[in-house]
């Protein structure tokens, strides 16, 4: 086990530039989530971690040396890829044992360190089995064994659930925590679900073109997002987002329907109002909720409409019987409001 | 959301009168949704040359070679009498033994050389598709061509060859290329290498191409030497693609005509003869149709033993089958 240091990370491909300086510090043990958008850069950070892509600038230690010139064989880590990368010609056990046999393990410590591994997986009935004999869940689970039986000091996870489908990824996000848990083993884990990330992770990283927006626990990014990306990327569904300005009781959008904020805003400021979904109740006599679609979900009510202009999206605890173009009243909580600056994203209050 | 379909809109419908109508097929649309007449007519022509072109001549080749047949004179049954002068016959042996080194030497050669070339146009050079072009030009070339350029290269007096290395000091005299036997059937296997090889590298490059990179870094994460990742990724993954490779380049080689005939024609005193210029000299410039038809029906064992290689050979490798259980 190590800890891994990213430090000033800049990588350009030819004139793009996919990663702008790039700090990371990420502690012994810690299961680290990069979350971003498609072509924020997260994969490339990962790869470079591995050593699978050069580093432009900048430097990455692993457990306080610094790799950028050792090759990925001598870092000691193990990857799982998107697309599980398992070798077709061999069976289970030999792409679990693929590493050990390059390393000249004898052959009692391979069986032993695979079949512990397959163990650990639930893959012991499927060790002669090829890759193409193996439904997407037992490949993602070998791809695991494969990386755990190194017993490296970092383990990297490329997107490794993107490629599942809904119910089996809401398993294997279980399996992969609990597999965290018990072995205790530094993770760098890559995806762009913003679910998987705050389901998973210690600490998340949010990038966004190749910068660094947040880190921080799941439970800080979701209550005080440093800016409109994140408040905006973290959170299912996503939150609203409104325009007007700060005025003595409230924040008032441009239909005139004043909300409620913390004190500490400056009034006559021009701001972005943002309240999440979930932040919503219902409440008589409140803000007049236009309804244009209801969607059950059996837990919640989502009800998208608007209030004043401003499109909006509410989810409810309560069932709610209205028809599309009714109204209902809606309110909103001070202490949960979020508010932002129009121009720069950032965060206002504190 | 749209305006429209907040206020109830249905716009599309009531943008033209225009409509989608089901039209009744016409009846040729409907002989060709016929399964039956539609087998008939796509194998038809496929079969037709197929008789016409390859069952045809290789039934009269074997009738030929149980028949005393000159050019002029259709010839009568002769039972295993070619068949039985062939194997008494010191050039018919010396052009078998010609053969198989032939086919194994030059298979050796374009493999090496073409799995290598493959190997290296399947990393990211500079200028690859050019290189990719160039490769293929020896294969391009007509065959008699590049024959014919090979005879020049090889010429007692004008050879380049010969040229180059007696500029540079190496030697001081001519090499006779094609006037010594083992000269001559060095200099073929060259030729014939140096045509082979796009066929091999191209297929292979095919092959390889088809290997995810991801392997090769997941390989290289588990602590896979090049020569590592060499033997235990791309080789066994290749090892379709190369079998079948192989094998047609084998029977190829083996059934080689024109390149030799070209350069050598067997010459010197037919030390450079293969299998399938013999036959040709025996039966058409020589006139004995017969004994060139049985000369050629003696390779068919070679080529099936090449052929049941394949068959088992190619066999679908376990971990290529789909994904059912066993």
């Known amino acids: 086990m190590a800890s891994v240091s990213i430090r000033g990370i800049r990588k350009s491909f030819g004139s793009t530039t996919v990663l702008h300086g790039v700090d990371v510090e990420i502690a012994d043990g810690e299961f680290c989530v990069l979350v971003g958008p498609s072509g924020c850069g997260k994969s490339t950070l990962l790869r470079m971690i591995a050593g699978l892509e050069a580093i432009g600038a900048g430097e990455i230690a692993i457990g306080g040396q610094v790799v950028n010139k050792v090759p990925p064989k001598q870092r000691d880590i193990a990857m799982v890829f998107q697309n599980y990368a ?4 061999m069976t289970v056990r030999d792409n679990m044992a693929f590493s050990l046999k390059l390393a000249g393990a004898p052959k009692a410590a391979m069986d032993e360190r695979v079949g512990r591994a397959a163990d650990i997986l639930g ?12 439904s997407g869940g037992q490949r993602q689970r070998v791809a695991m064994g494969r990386a755990i039986v190194r ?30 848990q018990r072995l205790g083993t530094t993770t760098v884990y890559v995806t762009h ?12 990283v949010v990038m966004q073109a190749g910068r660094v927006e947040q880190i921080g626990t799941p439970l800080e990014l979701y209550d005080r997002p440093a800016n409109r990306f994140v408040a905006g990327f973290i959170g299912s569904p996503a939150m609203n987002f409104i325009d007007g300005e700060v005025v003595e009781n409230g924040f008032r959008d441009q239909g005139g329907a004043v909300w409620p904020l913390p004190p500490g805003a400056e009034p006559g400021r021009p701001a972005i109002y943002g309240v999440r979904p979930e932040h919503l109740r219902l409440a008589e006599g409140g803000l007049p909720m236009t309804v244009q679609v209801l969607e059950p979900t059996g837990s919640e009510t989502q009800v998208l409409g608007h209030v004043g202009g401003s499109p909006l999206l509410g989810a409810f605890r309560e069932r709610i019987a209205v028809a599309p173009g009714e109204a209902i009243g ?4 001070a202490h949960l409001a979020h508010l932002f600056d129009r121009d720069t994203g950032q965060r206002l209050l504190t | 959301m749209s305006n429209a379909v907040r206020e109830g809109v249905l716009p599309i419908a009531e943008a033209h009168p225009w409509r989608f109508t089901t039209r009744e097929p016409t009846p040729l649309a409907r002989l060709f949704d016929n399964k039956t007449f539609l087998v008939v007519m796509c194998l038809t022509p496929a079969v037709g040359l197929l008789v016409v072109f390859l069952t045809y001549p290789l039934g009269l080749g074997l009738w030929l ?5 000159k050019i002029g004179r259709s010839g009568v049954f002769v039972g295993l009498d070619n068949f039985d002068s062939l194997f008494h016959d010191r050039i018919f042996w010396l052009s078998v033994t010609n053969t198989l080194f032939y086919t194994a030497a030059a298979t050796v050669g374009k493999f090496g050389l073409g799995l290598w070339l493959a190997l290296l146009l399947n990393h990211n050079i500079p200028f690859k598709s050019l290189i990719r072009a160039i490769v293929l030009i020896p294969w391009i070339v007509p065959t008699v061509l590049s024959a014919i350029a090979f005879w020049w290269i090889y010429d007692p007096q004008f050879s380049i060859i010969s040229y180059l290395l007696k500029a540079m000091g190496i030697i001081d005299y001519n090499i006779d290329f094609l006037g010594t036997p083992w000269h001559a059937r060095l200099a073929l296997v060259a030729a014939n290498i140096w045509r082979g090889i796009p066929f091999v590298a191209i297929s292979l490059l095919a092959g390889l191409q088809t290997i995810s990179p991801s392997l090769y870094e997941a390989a290289m994460l588990d602590g896979a030497s090049s020569w590592a990742r060499f033997r235990y990724v791309t080789l066994p993954m290749l090892m379709p693609v ?8 084998v029977l190829f080689t083996f059934t080689d005509f024109q390149l030799v005939y070209a350069i050598t024609r067997g010459g010197p005193a037919n030390a450079t003869h293969l299998m399938a210029t013999l036959a040709f000299q025996r039966g058409i ?13 003696a390779m068919i064992p070679f080529l099936v033993a090449a052929t049941l290689f394949s068959y088992f050979g190619l066999a679908r490798r376990r971990w290529q089958q789909g994904e059912a259980d066993e």
């Open chain 1, 86 to 89: 398992l070798y077709p010609h």
């Open chain 2, 65 to 69: 070679a149980f028949t005393d047949a």
């Open chain 1, 193 to 204: 679900d913003q679910i998987e990330a705050m389901t998973m992770a210690d600490r998340i």
């Open chain 2, 285 to 297: 410039p020589g006139g004995q149709l017969g004994e060139g038809a049985a000369i050629a029906m």
């Open chain 1, 151 to 180: 017993d490296p000091q970092v383990f990297l996870f490329d997107e490794p659930l993107s490629n599942l489908d809904a119910k089996l990824r809401v398993n294997m996000r279980a399996e992969i925590k609990g597999l965290h």
């Open chain 1, 330 to 333: 809606i309110g909103a909580d």
């Open chain 1, 123 to 134: 893959l012991d009935a499927l060790l002669d089995r090829y890759p193409r004999q193996l």
């Open chain 2, 242 to 249: 190369l079998s079948v490779v192989l094998t047609f380049s």
